[in-house]
């Protein structure tokens, strides 16, 4: 059985498929010795090399599917970049035999909360683009108004990234101190930065925004910021099933591999 080059190594963790297609443009994989080409397929048999790297036992080995939810600190990257040294999640996730960790769901730079991260990227991507049309929620930290001072009106729809972005939930939660929290809930994926900007509109100054929920699928109360935590039970199953999934304890592997079974292992026994 064949399957298209891309999506193999895409679904190991060796980059993006559109990342994967770059590279096979530039030249940068080979298989069997020879360059690859956009829309190939592949066979178990064939070898091939990423960089003068040979990766055909990596992207013919069975894995196990991994869903992490990490509590991602503002300020922070989710991977290292040359000549940047600002802190990266890559470095607090926890370690895999292969591949990388990939992103399902997004949070901006200078924002925190529910990041979702997988080792399969056909599951990153499918849950990814699927995954924008489902309602999210945030808690947002703003600086009280002065005493005595009136707050002011908070529109529910702000121009963010050349579209018109709409908000169902802006509704305030007090607190005693100088800092009160809002909810605020969108129908849909908002892009970077416009929570912020609903309240710059307003005036207001915001010091936190938190992303708590995604879909179905909630920031644990109890996981500190820079911490992740397995994924399992209605929530992993909720993303499969967005993803298209139906085997939550499945191993994503390349067909017509097979999986190796320990010695004296036989189907069956106990």
């Given at each position: 059985?064949?399957?298209?080059l891309h999506k193999v190594l895409a679904q190991h963790g060796?980059?993006?498929?559109?990342?994967?297609?770059?590279?096979?443009?530039?030249?940068?994989?080979?298989?069997?010795?020879?360059?690859?080409?956009?829309?190939?397929?592949?066979?178990?048999?064939d070898r091939i090399?990423?960089?003068g790297r040979d990766v055909t036992r990596r992207v013919g080995a069975a894995q196990r599917l991994r869903v992490v939810v990490y509590h991602k600190p503002g300020g922070e990257l989710q991977r290292g970049r040359a000549g940047?040294?600002?802190?990266?999640?890559?470095?607090?996730?926890?370690?895999?035999?292969?591949?990388?960790?990939?992103?399902?769901?997004?949070?901006?730079?200078?924002?925190?909360?529910?990041?979702?991260?997988?080792?399969?990227?056909?599951l990153a991507a499918a849950a990814?683009?699927?995954?924008?049309?489902?309602p999210v929620e945030y808690r947002v930290r703003v600086l009280r108004p002065r005493d005595g001072a009136d707050w002011p009106?908070?529109?529910?729809?702000?121009?963010?990234?050349?579209?018109?972005?709409?908000?169902?939930?802006?509704?305030?939660?007090?607190?005693?101190?100088?800092n009160v929290w809002f909810r605020v809930e969108s129908g849909r994926a908002v892009p970077r930065g416009a929570?912020?900007?609903?309240?710059?509109?307003?005036?207001?100054?915001v010091s936190r925004v938190l992303l708590t929920r995604w879909g179905s699928i909630g920031l644990p109360r109890d996981l500190p910021r820079g911490r992740s935590r397995e994924l399992a039970g209605p929530e992993l199953k909720f993303l499969l099933e967005l993803a298209g999934?139906?085997?939550?304890?499945?191993?994503?592997?390349?067909?017509?591999?097979?999986?190796?079974?320990?010695?004296?292992?036989r189907s069956g026994a106990r």
């Amino acid at each position: 059985m064949e399957e298209r080059l891309h999506k193999v190594l895409a679904q190991h963790g060796l980059g993006s498929r559109r990342q994967v297609e770059e590279w096979i443009r530039a030249g940068r994989i080979l298989v069997n010795g020879r360059p690859a080409t956009i829309g190939q397929h592949i066979r178990a048999s064939d070898r091939i090399v990423v960089d003068g790297r040979d990766v055909t036992r990596r992207v013919g080995a069975a894995q196990r599917l991994r869903v992490v939810v990490y509590h991602k600190p503002g300020g922070e990257l989710q991977r290292g970049r040359a000549g940047d040294d600002r802190s990266t999640a890559d470095a607090r996730l926890p370690s895999l035999h292969s591949g990388r960790w990939l992103p399902i769901n997004t949070v901006g730079f200078t924002e925190d909360g529910l990041l979702l991260l997988t080792n399969d990227g056909a599951l990153a991507a499918a849950a990814g683009r699927r995954g924008r049309d489902l309602p999210v929620e945030y808690r947002v930290r703003v600086l009280r108004p002065r005493d005595g001072a009136d707050w002011p009106s908070i529109p529910r729809a702000i121009d963010a990234e050349g579209q018109r972005v709409e908000f169902t939930v802006v509704e305030r939660v007090d607190a005693p101190g100088s800092n009160v929290w809002f909810r605020v809930e969108s129908g849909r994926a908002v892009p970077r930065g416009a929570v912020r900007a609903l309240f710059d509109a307003a005036g207001l100054k915001v010091s936190r925004v938190l992303l708590t929920r995604w879909g179905s699928i909630g920031l644990p109360r109890d996981l500190p910021r820079g911490r992740s935590r397995e994924l399992a039970g209605p929530e992993l199953k909720f993303l499969l099933e967005l993803a298209g999934r139906n085997q939550p304890n499945g191993r994503s592997r390349t067909p017509g591999t097979k999986v190796r079974r320990s010695p004296g292992r036989r189907s069956g026994a106990r």
